[in-house]
């Protein structure tokens, strides 16, 4: 008998449920292939595969980590998919978080005399404006000058991690320890708990309030239908009297800030000290994270917490099972390149040929 | 029996629509047979089946009597059968010779480019199509390009000539140029498939007519046994009336006024030469040229994407040289670019949104910040209705849409703007006889309230039947200025490729 043949057909439209089923599919896969490689290394892949949920969510203290794990990687994601849904290529929330990091440190460590609602907010502020001006250097060079702003953004992340590798080796060192990490911020400044007995912060709430702003933003509002013209046809929009120049320099100034509120979560509410590996790549995962959710707010959300879950999940099986936890770091590589091998399908669908 | 194409009950379904419902279509040996019918009619998913860019859902294809599954133009082509599409499939940098060899499966690591120019030159002259086998398909003129992706499908030893709408992209005088080559290949047993939707060329070259209506074959006819109002009630359903008879135009104040414009081109040379060029209200300006004498630039300088290197344009007295397209919008410019994919739409949009696309910023659809989406839907909702544009719905895709929907689509966000004036770049193009008379009838409207219009089209027909006033540009400037009536399309047509109007008797 024969091989069936297959070729691509150009599709008139995408199913809904397609779309919805996309992501589920690439996960499905990167996990078929992260399990290869677990049985490389000598181990059962289902046992690794469901120590890594279990992990994740089987227990109570699981399930906290795994909230305090999402919370950077819902505001660097939903950062992430907020620019590129208006076609500005943000790769630099990582380095944008830092300059959030940054910023909010220098805040935490003043010592300013004000109450501590007043303190928390004024390390968003300045938080958000810092990540905010560190991606408005690559935005405002694209909108201006047609720089590429791939480039520019991933470049700009080297240049933030050494300006805090530098700054933490010299003038913010820890003068007691001598680490290269900064000192406690004020207590005044620090972000509560949410919940009794675990980690999870306000950091959280701040997440969850953005993806909703973001959202509000996106779907009501005057800027936001300017972002998706943008997004969906930049030649057109100007032609339409959209001022693109100026959509991409604030697309890049909230994005940027959104990255860097994830830096002042961080450091307020987790660290309370800025470190040079505050970020284990949290603003990476942002992309992976926007993709997954197809640029969608409430997506995002839902992708944030499934990589919390690989990330917080991949430690306890690397303890339970002895496969090192890098695992969660191949399957987010796969599912991303699988995703994006994938959506080709938006596009093409495969027709059996007779 | 000469049937060497034969396709039976063929039906082919997209979301949505029925694009081919049980067509039955032959071609014999020997003949020239026109596939007529209006945009979305059919004919050009019937012959990307027979080319096997699409799969058929049903229905049988016979080739020189055999039974065939034609799954890739790579077994189309295998079977003889050849396609030109509208848009070129040619590699820029490349020569004609290159291009006519690309993908041949002859080819060899080494490629022999000299045997190859040797047996191109052979192929020219047996159809008598002639184009320079070194030159760079990016210094050829579009008519050119046409005869090279003809002659790349006579290479491969095609008995069957698929051509999609071949004349839209030529001048008249290119136009002719096909229609004798088209008449060699025929001596020489070609098979040509001629899908168009112009009745004039229809009849001129066709041994026979089919004509396609909303997936069907609506009728079949000889063209010396029948007339263009026959085929037009064939295509549409009902009688078409092609002669507008203009109400005197009411003369008014100068509306727009260009005044000595120089432009560069995207590429940085000059397209446009000290343009002198003024329209009022009340009346619609006809800008003829065959395409890509600068209309594309003009067309950019009025609606402010583009700024002159010099001169200066003013609406209602006002320098609006330097403004943005935005400004412009507001000041009562309406706009209807010739890219109307890629410019006058964003296509990934809904529908209704794009309805409002100019104008979404503004009370009552928005205020400081937020979207009025209630009112943008109801505003939409009565623009769909008012201009018959055929959705499934307000929040489908923009792409979704067909050419002549896509078109009223512009020009309904456009004119409930109430405009002033009116920038008609190809308004028509590509459009079925009830789209154009549609949009016809709204640019005359626009004309008898007062409005000025600006209609650049490479369709003579269509600039003779509604300016009042013509322009003919070539070379980036303008040859003449023509009162209606005055000349006729022959002389229009000798300054379309410039000469002068006060050098026309000296040509006869």
Redesign the interface.
Known sequence: MPLP?F?L?KR??VPNWFRMALPFIAIGISFIFSSIIILFAGKNPVTSIYSIFYGALGTRLGLMETLVKATPLILTGIAVSFAFTGKFWNIGAEGQLYAGALAATWAGISNFNIPSFLYIILLLVVGFIAGGLWALIPGYLKAKLKVDDVVTTLLMNYIILYLVTAILEGPWRDPVTMWPQSIMISPNAEFPKLLQKSRVHFGLIVGLLVVFLVYIIIK????G?NI??IG??P?????????VTKTIIITSLISGGIAGLAGVGEVAGLHYHLTENISPGYGYTGIVIAMLGGLNPIGVLFASFFFAIIITGAQYMSRATGVTSFIADVIQGITLLVLLAMLILYEYRI?R?? | MDEIVLMKNIKKR???VLANDGIDFYANKGEIVSLLGENGAGKTTLMKILYGL??KDSGEIFIKGKKV?I??PKDAINLGIGMVHQHFTLVNPFTVTENIILGLSSNRFIINIETSKEKIKEYMKKYEIFVDPDAKISELSVGEKQKVEILKILYRDIDILILDEPTAVLTPQEVKELFKTLKILKEEGKTIIFISHKLYEVLEISDRIIVLRNGKVSGERDPKKTNRRELAALMVGKEVFDVISLTPSEQKDVILDLKEITALSYRGHIALKNINLNVKGGEIVGLAGVSGNGQKELEEII?G?RKPLKGKIFFKNIDITHT???E??NLGIG?I?EDRM????????PVF?NLV??C??KNPF?GK???N?PKIESYSKKLIEEFDIRTPNLI??TK?LSGGNLQKCILARILSMNPEFILAAQPTRGLDVGATEFIHKKLLEVRDKGGGVLLISEDLDEILNLSDRILVIYNGEIMGELKRGELTREDIGLMMTGTKKEDLHATT
Do not use: C, M, W
């Open positions: 043949k070729r057909e008139e439209s009501h509002t005057k800027l239908f998706r013209a969906a046809n030649n057109a929009s100007n032609f339409l009297g959209i001022n027709r040929v007779e | 997209f979301p949505g699409y799969t599954e799954n890739s609606s994407i943005t397209p935005k412009r919008i706009r670019p890629d410019l006058g739409l964003i296509l990934d949009l949104e696309v100019e979404y910023d928005s910040l937020f979207l989406y489908v895709k979704t």
